[in-house]
């Protein structure tokens, strides 16, 4: 029994049991809460375990032996008394892959050739540490081929068995350019002997077609010609074949696919390439459909051959897809499916089911069956993938390829490489990780082989559960009080009964008053502080989410956590914290470890600690001489000439002008430019920063102002006006236009001020004149010597009219 049962929680009022809990992050080890060191290695491959007897603290679980490597070393635990054993592998059978060609070198037999390498290998597998290999695959020339012809005898294919007739001399003709060792069989196919599959009345079983037509009683299956290196004997027997008949359109092929994979020693197979070419014209029947002639049992996979013919087929139902795909896979068979063009997308669908397959398009008459079989062999035979067997629980497997032309594959992808010709060589990384370990710690085996191929890898599974140090283990010892448990690997594992880190108490004794007495510090109420559980009248603290972080102490009273920090660091990052209290560092004081000893970080460019201004506290000066500043009393922003010595760059920095505004990045980027709107935005001095208001004028006899100051963190800082004053400068334009206009104006002025002192002294006169002329008196009587200018003459004759 687990002793960790028994542990009793006192900081809730409710008993709880501690489970093994696995977790992902970063403090995994930890919070698995191993018992011992088989436990903890199996966590993941960073715990380690230590077995130094002296290595746990007061108060610290059994549990906190187990811990990544590094916390380990730094907890004191030596690297001599960690256990952390590793995965290993070793190759058991290497043969090479075989280079050869047809031309050249003996004949070989199937078993002398390889053409994958390694065969054999044993894993010692640790708990998350993943074990990879390289599998190299070698497609070798002039390999061995078995080629099966099935074909489909229904009256509807009466043609094509005419041209399959010739088949077997011009097939071993044309493959012999490919292998020199070449066998072919062949097998036909009709439907289940039972309605409605086809007629059962005693004339249709004789002789299923109508008419005069001669035709073959109907059959499921029949093995004609075992495989045979022999072209004209295939000629001979398949020239004997009749076609016979059924009801329905889908045929039974699946039923003889079915017997033709798992009929090995009938059929003939060799250990080489094994190529299956389903001919038909039809659809196919599957696994549900033999309910329609009363046949409800599933297919058992088995062989049924008797004298060469499938005798259960009114027995057993048809075979699943996925049985047929196991069966194939199982006896290593490729498939290729010659179908009309009619039924090309169903067998295409097919195809996609079944790994290692091909589809042709067959004639109307099977007149291109060799070239179709040649084109779906060298397809077939390009491409090599890999597939495992069943793993045991927890194992997984990944897959890496490495193709021609430097093409890599991951996940689904990398089991496979493609357009691979004879002598073409690819590999394949493969890691395999085990994530627990099995109940029944036993080597287990798995294969791996290219589908298609009988070649296979043998990989021998072995389990680190358990560690090295636990082999050495005193059962009874007297390390656990008394022999009541076994020392091993530090620590004692208790035997039946018995609790406590030294097994000191039974399990009877757990829950007793007098023995969480001894958990209560100085008689108080709190159990370990409320920090920790009471084991066996021994406190036994709590576990941290952070692994860095612990409990201690004989009552947990005391942590690592909890001192005092400085910087958001614990004792300012110059000590340990050891039962809240800061150990600090060589050089270091204060609660926090936060006060340095050390002066030279005082000393000015003079030699002197803080330039004889001010005072060295804890690595920092503290100056004296408020108008002084700086790390070490160096700086005086208010000191005379600040202002004329930081004038250039200022200038050049706020309004690119200046005698150093062509080399302004370079030298003025020792201060931080901030830009204010007005003077009444500057900042005003204030004790803890002193500074320096400053007026300059520069070239243009333009005024600008600014501050300079420094600091606690000795930023040297410039507020400025974004805007200088400048003098006004006369506009000439306007002053002309002004001049010349105000003459104008004058001059017309003046003419009118004339024109109207004329008006004026016109009007006078000629008021004057007509005075005076009002005033004259002329004499009215005619003048003597006046004489009139007009003479008057009258007619006489004029009477007026």
């Not at 700086?635 to 080399?663: N, S, W």
């Amino acid at each position: 029994m687990n002793p960790s049962l028994f542990i009793r929680n006192h900081t809730s009022p409710v008993a709880h049991v501690h489970f093994l809990l696995l977790c992902t992050d970063g403090t995994e080890c930890i919070k698995a809460n191993a018992k011992s060191c088989g436990e903890c290695i199996q966590v993941s491959e960073k715990c380690g375990w230590c077995t130094d007897h002296e290595f746990l603290k007061q108060g610290e679980p059994k549990s906190a032996r187990c811990d990544d490597l590094e916390s380990l070393k730094k907890k004191g635990c030596s690297v001599a008394k960690i256990e952390n054993p590793r995965g290993s592998q070793t190759v058991d059978k290497d043969v090479p892959v075989t280079n050869r060609s047809k031309a050249g070198g003996k004949k070989l037999t199937p078993e002398q050739i390889t053409q994958i390498q390694p065969q054999k290998l044993t894993l010692n597998l640790r708990s998350g540490e993943a074990q990879s290999f390289n599998l190299k695959f070698k497609r070798a020339e002039d390999y061995p081929i078995d080629l099966y012809y099935l074909m489909d005898l229904s009256y509807s294919m009466k043609d094509d068995l005419e041209n399959v007739k010739n088949l077997g001399t011009s097939l071993m003709y044309e493959m012999s350019k490919i292998t020199s060792d070449f066998r072919i069989g062949f097998g036909s196919f009709v439907e289940k002997t039972v309605m409605p599959y086809i007629s059962t009345t005693p004339a249709k079983l004789l002789n299923p077609c109508t008419g005069d037509q001669n035709c073959t009683s109907p059959f499921s299956y029949k093995n004609v010609l075992k495989l045979t290196n022999d072209g004209q004997q295939f000629n001979t027997l398949v020239g004997q074949q009749q076609i016979s008949g059924n009801l329905d359109s889908p045929e039974g092929g699946f039923d003889a696919i079915m017997q033709v994979a798992v009929c090995g020693e009938q059929i003939g197979w060799r250990n080489v390439t094994r190529l299956l070419v389903f001919s038909t014209d039809a659809g196919f029947h599957f696994a549900g459909d033999g309910k329609l002639g009363g046949i409800v049992l599933p297919n058992d996979g088995k062989c049924h051959l008797e004298n060469n013919m499938y005798t259960m087929s009114h027995y057993y139902d048809y075979p699943s897809i996925a049985h047929l795909v196991q069966k194939l896979s199982d006896n290593n068979i490729q498939t290729i499916f010659a179908v009309t063009e009619e039924f090309q997308p169903v067998y295409k669908e097919l195809k996609n089911l079944i790994p290692k397959s091909a589809v042709g398009t067959l004639s109307a008459n099977s007149s291109n069956v060799i070239n179709l079989i040649i084109d779906a062999y060298n397809s077939l035979s390009s491409e090599v993938i890999l597939e495992n067997s069943k793993l045991p629980d927890g194992v997984t497997i990944a897959y890496q390829s490495h193709c021609k032309n430097g093409v890599v594959g991951e996940g689904e992808n990398g089991r496979k490489c493609s357009n691979i010709s004879i002598g073409d060589e690819v590999s394949f990384n493969i890691s395999v990780t085990a994530h627990k370990c099995p109940k029944q710690n036993k080597p287990e085996t798995i294969k791996i082989k290219p589908l298609g191929f009988t070649e296979e890898v043998e990989i021998v599974l072995k389990f680190i559960c358990e560690c090295e140090c636990q082999k050495t283990g005193e059962a009874n010892s007297k390390m656990c009080h008394n022999g009541n448990g076994t020392f091993e690997c530090g620590a004692c594992r208790c035997n039946d009964g018995r609790v406590g880190r030294l097994c000191e108490c039974s399990s009877d004794e757990v829950n007793s008053d007098d023995l969480d007495a001894n958990c209560r510090r100085d008689n108080g109420t709190d159990i370990c502080s409320n920090n920790g559980d009471c084991v066996c009248g021994t406190c036994e603290c709590k576990k941290r989410d952070n692994p860095e972080e612990r409990y201690s102490g004989e009552y947990c009273e005391c942590d690592n956590f909890n001192c005092d920090r400085s910087n958001n660091k614990l004792c300012g990052g110059h000590g340990r914290c050891e039962c809240r209290v800061c150990i600090c560092d060589t050089n270091y004081t204060g609660s926090a470890c936060d006060c340095s000893l050390d002066t030279t970080t005082c000393l000015a460019s003079n030699k002197q600690i803080c330039n004889g201004r001010g005072n060295c506290e804890c690595g920092t000066c503290k100056c004296t001489d408020p108008k002084f500043q700086g790390p070490t009393c160096e700086i005086c922003p208010t000191c005379p000439g600040v202002c004329a010595e930081h004038k250039d760059c200022v200038q050049c920095r706020a309004f690119g002008t200046g005698e150093k505004k062509e080399t302004c990045e370079r030298d003025c980027g020792y201060f931080k430019l901030i830009k204010v709107k007005d003077r009444d935005k500057l900042p005003q001095p204030v004790q803890a920063f002193p500074l320096m208001h400053c007026k300059e004028r520069d070239n243009n006899d333009c005024w600008f102002y600014y501050t300079y100051m420094v600091d606690n963190n000795t930023e040297k800082i410039v507020h400025v006006v974004e805007k200088r004053e400048c003098p006004d400068i006369a506009d000439v334009l306007p002053i002309v236009a002004g001049v010349v206009a105000g003459i104008v104006l004058i001059g017309l002025a003046l003419l009118l001020i004339w024109k109207l002192l004329m008006i004026i002294h016109d009007r006078r006169e000629f008021a004057k004149f007509e005075k005076e002329k009002m005033n004259a008196r002329w004499d009215t009587g005619e003048n003597p010597i006046y004489k009139s200018a007009v003479t008057t003459v009258v007619n006489p004759k004029y009477e007026g009219k």
